[in-house]
C-alpha cells in the first residue's frame, strides 16, 4: 500500500480530507468520501443549500430603472415585500435600500442643481430684458 495515497475528497473547510492512507481505496477515497459516503452526502447537501441561498433574491426585472421618486418608492416597496416573505435575505435587503438612498440623495442634489441652473438662466435673461428697454423694472 503506498504511503502517498491521499483521499482526493475535501473536508468542509474545503481543506484535503486528510483520512489515513490505509483508509484510502484504489478508487483514490475514503470510506466517507466514496460515492454514497457520509461525507459526500452531507457536502453535496451543504453545497446545494448554498447554490439555492444565491438563487434566492430579487429577479432584476422586478425592479424598475430608477429614474424618479415613484421607481425608488415601488423598489422600497418591492424590497420590503421580498424581506416580508423570506425571499429576501435582510443582509442583501439592507444593501439594496442603502441603493435607493443613495440613488434618492443623489437625485435630490441633481434636482437642487438644476433648479439653481434654471434660476440662474432667469436672471440672466431678465438682466438682459431690462439692458435692452424691453421690460421696465418695476
Ligand atoms: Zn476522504
Same mark, same amino acid.
Given at each position: 500500500?503506498?504511503?502517498?495515497r491521499q ?40 453545497? +446545494?443549500? =448554498? #447554490? ?9 426585472? @422586478?425592479?424598475?430603472? *430608477?429614474? &424618479? ?38 437625485? +435630490?442634489? =441633481? #434636482? ?9 438662466? @432667469?436672471?440672466?435673461? *431678465?438682466? &438682459?430684458?431690462l439692458a ?7
Open positions: 500500500m503506498s504511503r502517498e483521499c482526493s475528497g475535501s473536508k468542509a473547510d474545503g481543506s484535503p480530507c486528510g483520512a489515513v492512507p490505509q483508509l484510502v481505496n484504489a478508487d483514490g477515497l475514503c470510506p466517507a468520501h466514496r460515492p454514497g459516503g457520509r461525507r459526500e452526502m452531507s457536502e453535496r447537501g451543504r453545497k +446545494g443549500g =448554498r #447554490a439555492n441561498k444565491r438563487a434566492a433574491g430579487l429577479d432584476p426585472s @422586478e425592479l424598475p430603472p *430608477l429614474t &424618479s421618486h415613484a421607481d425608488a418608492q415601488s423598489w422600497l416597496e418591492t424590497i420590503g415585500r421580498a424581506v416580508a416573505s423570506g425571499r429576501l435575505p435582510e443582509r442583501q435587503a439592507q444593501a439594496a435600500i442603502r441603493a435607493v438612498a443613495e440613488w434618492v440623495r443623489a437625485e +435630490g442634489e =441633481r #434636482a437642487a442643481v438644476e433648479v439653481l441652473d434654471e434660476l440662474r438662466a @432667469e436672471i440672466d435673461e *431678465l438682466k &438682459s430684458s435692452s428697454g424691453s421690460i421696465r423694472a418695476i
